[in-house]
């Protein structure tokens, strides 16, 4: 079979948008606050929520967005989020 | 866009789908084999599997039910299959084709389009082309698709690998065709 393959063009580094956020992690029923002024990363492609809580990429922690600021390294937000961060303890 | 799955569809309905082509003529066995010179290539993208005819006789519309000539491939290390829809009873002068999508970046692209001598038996020419290598009537090479690679010495077989620096341009889309045209089977 004649076989045919175009490689490499792969999609451009994600870009991503950093924001100071508290952090939390679940005690099983509620969050309990960890500590402020943490910096994470949002990927551009989305609308960051500044107020909402997002949960870590890697897991184990959940951040509430506080104020985006423009340098720094990032800790790697997963998109969803909610309103409140009791709420991932839920699930 | 594609032909229905199922239901009603019309003769124009397929020979726009098939060739992409304003060409008059409703020669359904020369369109359905993507004949050269006067249709385009069939895509044989996978997901049109079992999507057109085999053949060029007994042909029948349902044939090309859910065929999609606007199918790609992403760009990526998985070799793509290419082969033309004729037996080898079928007419002469069949054309095939696959298509990449190679986004909208500039980038460094490696092309690779190969086979052994024999998967190039019913092979006069194989061309990689970016932008669509077609104009609306089927024929000749629109100004806005240029010729990557062209071979018509496969009596070896062929082993293209090469690097392509892909500028994109919006007049010739951000698609890369690589397409076979064959000999009297």
Redo the contacts between chains.
Sequence with gaps: ????????????APVYRLFLADEYVCDGLSCDFVQADVLVALQDIYTPNIGKFYELQAGGFYYGLVTEVYSGPGAILNPTNYTNCDSWCSL | MALPASGQISFDDVIIEMSQSAHASYDMPSFSIGLNGLYTPINVNSSNSGKYTTGNTNIALSDFYGYDMTLT?P?????????FNVEPSGLCNPSAM?V?N??T?N?????????SVS??SL?DT?VIYYGKPWKNDGSAIPTNATIIMTDSTLTTGMNYSSSYS?VYNADSGSN?Y?V?YGICP
Excluded: N
């Design positions: 079979m004649i076989k045919c393959r175009v490689e490499g063009g792969a999609a451009p | 491939y760009t990526g290390s998985t070799l793509q299959d290419l082969f696959v990449f190679a986004g970046a980038t460094d692209l490696e092309l690779e389009f190969s086979g998967d190039f092979v194989a892909y890369i690589f076979i």
